[in-house]
């Protein structure tokens, strides 16, 4: 499956699937500074490579979106049925 539409990954940084062939240490080096990079052929996105710092907010996000609760409540702040408290008030 190819991806002609990167909405989900917006891409500032690409590589050729060539390139990637060629020297693989510079795929990871720019994932790591960028976040993540897209690998093309042909022109096409093909796949992805992502740091590790993107995948565990990815997994996180994923948590959160699993969680009926935390959805519930963000649907309830989002419609303005439920303030945001202070994160100080966690202290208490």
């Known amino acids: ?3 002609k539409n990167d909405r989900l990954f ?3 940084t690409t590589m050729t699937i060539s ?5 693989g240490s510079a795929a990871v080096r720019l994932a790591k500074k960028q976040g993540q990079v ?5 022109g096409e996105t093909v796949a992805f490579i992502l740091s590790a710092d993107k995948v565990e907010a990815l997994l ?5 979106l699993g969680d009926r609760q935390a959805m ?5 702040y ?4 439920l303030a945001m408290k202070d994160v100080e008030c966690l202290d208490d």
């Open 78 to 81: 989002e419609a303005g049925k």
């Open 72 to 76: 519930k409540n963000i649907r309830a």
């Open 1 to 3: 499956m190819t991806l």
């Open 60 to 64: 996180d996000m994923l948590e959160v």
């Open 10 to 12: 917006p891409m500032k």
């Open 19 to 23: 390139r990637l062939n060629q020297n």
């Open 38 to 42: 897209a690998i093309t052929e042909h």
